[in-house]
């Protein structure tokens, strides 16, 4: 028999008063949300919805303000750099208005005479967003206009080290707001202290819950018995073939892995280079200021990087002379050094290095031809990372279509800086996101960027058209011709 002591029993009671007050905060956060998005929504109007959503923009874009958010970041969450947050939050932001400025989101959207059918744009209601340490700035923005765009209001669930970033980009939307008389309820978080509880209530009360970051919570939000949209994590495995620019391959790769101190889920992570090239690419990435590590250095990393089985605080998103001192290291050229590339081969949980690293540090394989390298892009996918994307280096065109066909992968980046084209960029189609689904192999509802189309609901108006049921003869001809009746 469990025997409770006083104390036992006060922890207790706390506990659950704590709980029902957690639950109680989100259940008002969610009732003053849903009344504003119904008065927002009412004779629903597209210039109030691209209003609103330039408003959210702005609180972002504007140079001093995003420049605030963006050290304030890096000094909270300590990850990344203030600079490269800046031109996150920017073009990121700017992407997306490009991407939605002319799109009507409300009202009827299409009228097709020949189907009959007329495609009706209709709010979701309130969204929930569950928001990453890693952006935390650029990711909630990114939701929040989409949301507004569609008629939608929001609630943001942040990390606990984002928290801070998270109140202070409110706070700048809700100036924005009150400049056009736009309700400040449209657009809430679930105030600090972050938990478990909060962020679960959250999951269950709102119409659609979107979750960037911890797998843990992708897991749950599936659970939660809310449509839920979540993304896979991030590996990304990039192959470097015999006909690459070497040069080039080399200095898209550096600046992508660099950029904000790999906090990207799209940054490179596995490089997997043809031997026939791989000591001229390794000369180019040392141009590039990568820097390859004998096996003693490399182990020394690994030892210190996966520290305890999971990364190391102190090496995560950090600048490469901290990641250098903390694993006790040093490189040659040091002072022009960007990067470390760790020789490896082995892949799966006993090499953890094969996995994502969140840090100044890319893992090479080499392969004797192109379908080696394929097989181990596949070996590592299916380690971590299915379904979100690898990158092609190369000339052969036919090759990434072989990717698109083989591997286990909703996008194949060819000859891009990786991290700046999976999230869309201006130089390719993809819509820009700062979430990348991975489809069912990556356990995801959704296979593509996060976009505007997946904050909204469509009603479709059915009418009679002429009959075109056809024949058994025009639907078996050919499989009677085969198999017979």
Same mark, same amino acid.
């Given at each position: ?38 008065? =927002? ?27 605030a ?8 969450t300590? #990850? ?40 009706? !744009? ?13 952006n ?29 970033v998270?109140?202070s ?7 924005? =707001?009150?400049?056009l ?16 509880v909060?962020?679960?209530?959250l ?8 979750v ?49 101190? !790999? ?40 030892a ?19 990641? #250098? ?6 490189? !040659? ?19 953890? %290095? ?5 840090s100044? !540090? ?62 869309g ?17 990556g ?6 960027? #996060? ?14 058209? %002429? ?9 078996? %001809? ?8």
């Amino acid at each position: 028999m469990l025997i409770l002591n006083k104390k036992d029993l006060v922890h207790a009671e706390n506990t659950v008063e704590k709980t029902v007050d957690d639950v109680s905060l989100v259940d008002e956060l969610v009732a003053r949300a849903r009344a504003a998005q119904r008065r =927002f929504a009412t004779d629903a109007d597209q210039r109030r919805f691209d209003m609103a959503a330039l408003a959210a923009a702005w609180a972002i874009m504007e140079p001093a303000r995003n420049k605030a958010l963006s050290e304030q970041a890096v000094e909270q969450t300590a #990850l990344g750099n203030a600079s490269d947050k800046m031109i996150k939050n920017h073009r990121k932001t700017l992407g997306l208005l490009r991407d939605i400025r002319d799109v009507k989101t409300t009202g009827v959207i299409s009228d097709d005479t020949a189907s009959g059918i007329t495609q009706i !744009a209709r709010p979701i209601g309130v969204v929930g967003a569950v928001v990453p340490s890693t952006n935390p700035a650029a990711t909630p923005a990114n939701n929040i206009i989409n949301a507004l765009k569609c008629g939608n209001a929001i609630i943001l669930s942040p990390s606990p080290k984002g928290v801070d970033v998270c109140a202070s980009l409110l706070a700048g939307i809700h100036a924005e =707001f009150d400049k056009l008389g736009i309700d400040r309820h449209l657009v809430q978080m679930v105030p600090a202290p972050s938990s478990k509880v909060k962020t679960q209530r959250l999951m269950e009360a709102v119409d659609l819950i979107i979750v960037t970051g911890s797998q843990d919570n992708v897991r749950r939000a599936y659970e939660s018995g809310t449509p839920a949209i979540g993304v896979g994590a991030g590996n990304a495995t990039v192959i470097v073939d015999e006909t690459a620019d070497l040069a080039e391959a080399a200095r898209k790769i550096a600046a992508s892995k660099t950029f904000d101190n !790999a906090t990207s889920c799209s940054s490179e992570n596995v490089l997997i280079v043809v031997r026939s090239v791989l000591d001229d690419f390794l000369a180019a990435l040392h141009t590039q200021g990568g820097r390859y590590l004998d096996n003693d250095d490399a182990s020394k990393v690994k030892a210190t990087l996966f520290e305890g089985g999971h990364l190391n605080r102190h090496m995560i998103a950090k600048d490469i002379n901290i990641f #250098l001192d903390v694993a006790g290291i040093s490189v !040659a050229d040091a002072q022009s050094a960007r990067f470390v590339v760790l020789p490896s081969d082995e892949i799966g949980s006993d090499a953890p %290095e094969s996995g994502e690293k969140l840090s100044l !540090a890319l893992t090479l394989y080499v392969a004797d031809d192109f379908d080696a390298a394929v097989k181990l892009a596949l070996q590592v996918l299916t380690f971590q990372g299915a379904g979100h994307s690898v990158g092609l280096h190369s000339e052969d065109d036919d090759r990434a279509r072989l990717l698109g066909a083989l591997l286990p992968t909703c996008r194949v980046i060819v000859n891009q800086a990786h991290c700046f084209a999976t999230g869309g960029s201006f130089d390719n189609g993809l819509p820009f996101s700062l979430s990348m689904g991975c489809g069912s192999w990556g356990g995801n509802s959704i296979d593509s960027n #996060l976009h505007y189309r997946h904050f909204m609901n469509i009603t479709r108006v059915v009418r009679p058209i %002429e009959n075109t049921e056809p024949s058994l003869e025009e639907i078996f %001809e050919d499989y009677w011709q085969v198999a017979g009746k």
